[in-house]
């Protein structure tokens, strides 16, 4: 291809050449024939002479200074030009030739111009004809799309662990590819398209490549970002030109990622279907209703974001089914954590399950990278095996960072505050969330900036209670309500910041979204305001429901005061307590308070 592009392109540099050589050649020719040929200058004196004698054939008259001339034999003259009255009837009485011009070299002047006119205007047609066709073939261009395709891949449903509903639900689009006679024996259609939707990382496109390898066919891989252009018309070309390569072949898994970039909901602001993504979104919408003849074709989209797609996108015909692929559960996260330690020197005990139930909320992806970085750690040391002490740096590696080495710059008086503030939200997670574990509490700063952390693991749940949110608020507030107890109002510090975002995201959430709260009652205020902004009285709201539960929870800690001192104590001196510690250290205290009570 790029060979035969050289070709066309020294073609037209010979082309060009050649006119421009053309015009040259003529233009010389004149110039030899009117300017280089031998003058000679006569006085006027002789010139008059030579009248009189008639050796003078022709004269040139003009209002020039000179007079140009032609003798009997041949040569070229100039002479003086009197500019007389009556030069010209003089002339003609001794049968000289006279030839008026206005200017001298009018003739040479304008066969120049047409020669090289006429070679620049036939050069223009052709550059024009020329760049027009470079330009439709640049729209081509641009206009097809580039995608991958794999047949013949490695990766099948057993390298998918957990989901299984989700992939019960491609494997039978799998079936369907492979008997679809089965299905039509029934009136059954194969789905058109189907969307698969969750948070990222959870493995939407391995499971459409293992769907289009189970399968045995075509996987035509493309991002909604590549039909996103800025030249009109380019990205509805490139979806018709990605169903028409998908035509051409009997049976393919067309996997477009991320198509919330194309497939948003249309009428924003007012520009209904005018604007360039409406018109890629309407080319999808027309080529998967034109697919009713192509029972071997089914196409799969993922994004994170269902709720921002069309609705024309999401009716039957065109992506039948939507799929969640949702983050691991228990047993899932088991299965991927067996499927990333297989070809790994693990050693023998590395607790598989302890680990799983450690990664809450993890996705596949980031399973496999807390995988990836205990192998590098343990490649760092040149270790016979993974070990538990690599996994346990990695892990809080992807959570917090990795630690800082120097620690010599840090203040006493900040090393106090940071131990106080992680022992606050230790010590509250076990005195209101028994059910959470708290496996690592550190004052060792991180290199993502957190001046330490306080590890709580949530147990797996289908849905969150009142209590629960209401709960982690108040181990989010307890940080910064130590700081205030045991420093004073006037020195409480910044290092509450995430903790009050993380407060407040949860409360709106409860009040906005999930109809928690007694004042406001069940509405959601996301459908009730809208785009319009912040309510002044829902702000209201949250703020007096935030200062209850700070002031609930600093009643609390108050009462429990001994126990976030001795878990401050402990960090002051190991700098990172584990779960076996803290777990002791309230044990310790809880029994003392029986004690007590007895």
Known sequence: MLELLNKKQN????????????????????YKEYFQQEVTELSYQKFLSKIEVGEVKEVHLSEASTLKGKLNSGDVFITDNPRTDNL??????????????????????????IVLMGGFAGLAFFLTKNNSKQASKEYDKMSSIDYSTEKK?????????????????????????????????????????????GPPGTGKTLMAKALA????????AVSGSDFVQIYAGVGAARIRSLFKSATEKEKCVIFIDEIDAIGKKRDRGGLGGSDESDRTLNALLTEMSGFKGNEGIVVLAATNRLDTLDEALLRPG??????????????????????????RPISEDFNISALAQQT?????????????EAAIYAAREEAELITEKHIDKAFYKVIAGEEKKDRSNIAVIDRKITAYHEAGHAAVTKLLCPENRVTKVTII?????????????????????????????????????????????????????????????????????????????????????????????????????????????????????????????????????????????????MGKVAEIIK
């Open 213 to 220: 390898s189970e399968a045995g066919v075509d996987f035509l």
């Open 445 to 589: 700063p991180s290199t993502k900036g957190a001046g330490g952390f306080s590890m709580n693991i949530p147990p797996d749940k289908m849905y969150h209670t009142k209590k629960d949110m209401l709960n982690n608020i108040k181990v989010a507030l307890a940080g910064r309500i130590v700081e205030e107890i045991i420093f004073g109002e006037d020195n409480i510090t910044t290092g509450a910041s995430n903790d009050i975002q993380r407060a407040t995201e949860i409360l709106t959430s409860m009040i906005k979204r999930f109809g928690m709260s007694n004042k406001l009652g069940m509405i959601n205020y996301d459908v009730l305001l809208g785009q319009q902004g912040v309510d002044q009285n829902l702000v209201e709201v949250i703020n007096k429901e935030m200062q209850k539960l700070y002031d609930e929870t600093k009643i609390a800690i108050e009462e429990n005061l001994p126990l976030v001192e001795t878990i401050a104590e402990g960090l002051l001196e190991k700098e990172t307590l584990k779960e076996e510690d803290i777990d002791g250290m309230f044990n310790g205290y």
């Open 153 to 197: 891949s490695q990766v099948n449903f057993r390298n998918v662990a957990g989901n299984e509903e989700a992939k019960n639900n491609l494997m039978e689009m799998v079936d369907f590819l492979k008997n679809p006679e089965k299905y039509q024996r029934y009136g059954a259609r194969m789905p058109r398209g189907v969307i698969l939707y």
């Open 11 to 30: 073609k037209i540099y010979g082309i060009i050449a050649i006119v421009v050589a053309i015009s040259m050649v003529a233009s010389f020719a004149v």
């Open 88 to 113: 010209k009837e003089m002339l003609l009485k001794q049968d000289v030739k006279v030839i008026e011009v206005n200017e001298q070299f009018t003739i040479v002047q304008i066969i120049t111009f």
């Open 360 to 372: 809450v909320y993890f996705s596949g992806a980031k399973l496999e990278n807390l995988m990836n």
């Open 318 to 343: 065109r992506f039948d089914r939507q799929i969640e692929v949702g983050l691991p559960d228990l047993k899932a996260r088991i299965e991927i954590l067996s499927l990333y330690t297989q070809n």
